[in-house]
């Protein structure tokens, strides 16, 4: 995935994005399960709108210090108005990418954090990078969905494969216990634990459904749609959508998680895992 067709697609989500209390919990969640001191220094890596950072900056207080980065401008607007209002001034956000950390020496970080963001990042370069930049017996923690979760990403893919398009699911690579491991593993990480978990939405929108499916589907080539087509999707997607609610609400209204943790090896041990 090229990095500006990513970023410019969170552009184009982020002030929907940072009004969203599931995405927020959804972070959050992920913080907890993290061990975390007083005094720790963290990279959030794929910061967002700041909704892990702020909890890092909660968890590790005023002595430590939290570095959010991110490749999209319109998600670090918000999540800079996010750290202002919060008034904390042990956060620092900055426009980078998380795969390529250069500028930042070896042994930096206690702890590095990546809330939902791998899936969008080749996975061994961005792990290969984060261990570098741990301490000894640093920490990384990353979340992703499970295989085939939520069901409305698998219902947009479904009725997109019907215009045509052929839309892998972006959880696959990690969406498992397993294969957790043993990226984590082949980064040169120990110590492993995978938490499964579900983070609930509180409602499903139809018409949010549709927004975020389709602009995630840009990456892949759904906006070389007609606008015919584009129109016909979206019924379509809307109807089987409506369909899923009416079998099992529940079922359609929910995420089905991991949250991943590891400890810095002295040195990686790549295998070759392919992501």
């Known amino acids: 995935m090229d990095p500006r067709s990513i970023a410019n697609v ?18 959050e969640r992920l913080v907890d399960a993290t061990p975390l001191r007083p005094g720790d220094r963290v990279l959030d890596a794929g910061t967002g709108t700041g909704f892990a950072a702020l909890a890092i900056a909660r968890r590790v207080g005023p002595a430590g210090r939290v570095v959010g980065i991110d490749i999209s401008q319109g998600m670090l607007t ?21 795969t390529d950390l250069r500028a930042w020496p070896a042994s930096t970080f206690d702890v590095v954090v990546c809330a939902a963001g791998l899936l969008y990042m080749p996975v061994a370069e961005a792990l290969s990078a984060w261990h570098r930049l741990l301490k000894k017996s640093g920490v990384v923690a990353f979340s992703t969905m499970k295989a085939g979760s939520p069901s409305a990403g698998r219902i947009f893919r479904e009725c997109a494969a019907g215009f045509g398009l052929t839309l892998r699911d972006p959880s696959e690579t990690l969406g498992t216990e397993a294969r957790c491991r043993a990226v984590l593993e082949s980064a040169g990480f120990t110590g492993l634990q995978v938490i499964e978990a579900r983070v609930d939405f509180e409602s499903l929108d139809p018409t949010l459904a549709w927004e975020a499916n389709f602009r995630a589907a840009e990456m892949f ?9 584009q129109a016909r999707l979206r019924e379509q997607y809307l109807r089987a959508l409506d369909a899923a609610r009416r079998v099992d609400l529940a079922a359609t209204a929910r995420a089905d998680v991991l949250f991943a943790v590891g400890h810095r090896a002295e040195s990686p041990q790549l295998t070759g895992v392919q992501t």
């Open 10 to 27: 969170f552009d184009a989500r982020a002030e929907r994005y940072a009004g969203d209390d599931w995405h927020r919990r959804y972070a």
């Open 78 to 98: 918000q999540a800079r108005r996010l750290v202002a209002a919060a008034a904390v001034a042990h956060v620092e956000v900055v426009e980078a990418d998380a």
């Open 221 to 229: 080539g759904a906006n070389a749609l007609s606008a015919d087509q």
